[in-house]
C-alpha cells in the first residue's frame, strides 16, 4: 500500500468515527422527543376524542375534606383542595385502561390522581368501544393552584410501545375569579360515591 493510500484510509476511518459519535450524540435529544405523546386539547362538557379513546368531563366539585365508604374510618382533610371530577370514558377501537392521569396546573405543576391513602376512585376500569363508563377522579392540590388546570390523561401501552401514544388534556374553566371563589368556599366534606 503506498503512502497515499495509507492516508487517504486514515482521513476516512477519521471522518466516518467522527461522523458516527456525532450521530450517537443526537440519539438521546431524538429518542426524548419522539417519545412525546400526541396530545388533543378540549374543554369541559365536550367530548375529547384521539385514535385510542374518548373523554367528557362533566363537573368538577371542590372540597376541604372527603369521607369515602371503602374501609377507612373518618374524614380525610385536604392540606390544600380536593378537586373531585367526574367524567365518562369510551375506548375507540380496542379495550381502553388509563395510564396515567393528572392534574397539571397554569405554571405547569402536576399532581397525581389518587394520592391520598383510603381515598379510593374508579379510573382504573377497563373502558370498551362504542361503550360509555363514568369514573370519578380526585386530585389533592394547594389552594393557589386552581386557576388554569387542566386535567390530562394518558393511554396504557400495549404489547408494543408506540412512540404515538395518545394523551387528552381537558382544561376545567377555572379563571382566576373562580379559583379565588372556590379556594375561598369549597364545600366543607364530600362524599365520594354520593353523586358519581
Known amino acids: ?18 461522523a458516527a459519535m456525532w450521530l450517537w450524540s443526537r440519539q438521546p435529544d431524538l429518542e426524548a422527543n419522539s417519545m412525546n405523546p400526541l396530545r388533543t386539547y378540549g374543554r369541559i ?18 372540597a376541604a375534606s372527603i369521607t369515602t365508604t371503602s374501609l377507612s374510618n373518618g374524614a380525610h382533610v385536604a392540606d390544600g383542595l380536593f378537586v373531585v371530577v367526574h367524567f365518562h370514558a369510551r375506548a375507540e377501537r380496542r379495550p381502553y385502561k388509563m395510564k396515567y392521569v393528572r392534574l397539571e ?22 373502558y370498551q368501544p362504542m361503550l360509555w363508563g363514568s369514573g370519578t377522579l380526585v386530585f389533592e392540590v394547594p389552594e393557589d393552584r386552581l386557576a388554569g388546570a387542566s386535567v390530562v390523561i394518558g393511554q396504557t401501552y400495549g404489547p408494543a410501545v408506540s412512540d404515538l401514544t395518545a394523551e387528552s388534556v381537558i382544561d376545567l374553566g377555572i379563571d382566576d375569579a373562580k379559583a379565588a371563589r372556590l379556594s375561598t368556599r369549597p364545600a366543607a366534606n364530600y362524599h365520594l360515591g354520593d353523586r358519581s
Open 105 to 126: 396546573t397554569r405554571d405547569g405543576r402536576t399532581y397525581n390522581e389518587g394520592g391520598r391513602v383510603g381515598v379510593l376512585t374508579r379510573a382504573d376500569g377497563t
Open 1 to 18: 500500500m503506498t503512502a497515499a493510500r495509507a492516508l487517504a484510509s486514515a482521513v476516512t476511518a477519521a471522518a466516518l468515527c467522527a
Open 45 to 62: 362538557g365536550a367530548v375529547v376524542t384521539n385514535d385510542a379513546f374518548s373523554v367528557r368531563i362533566d363537573r368538577y366539585d371542590v
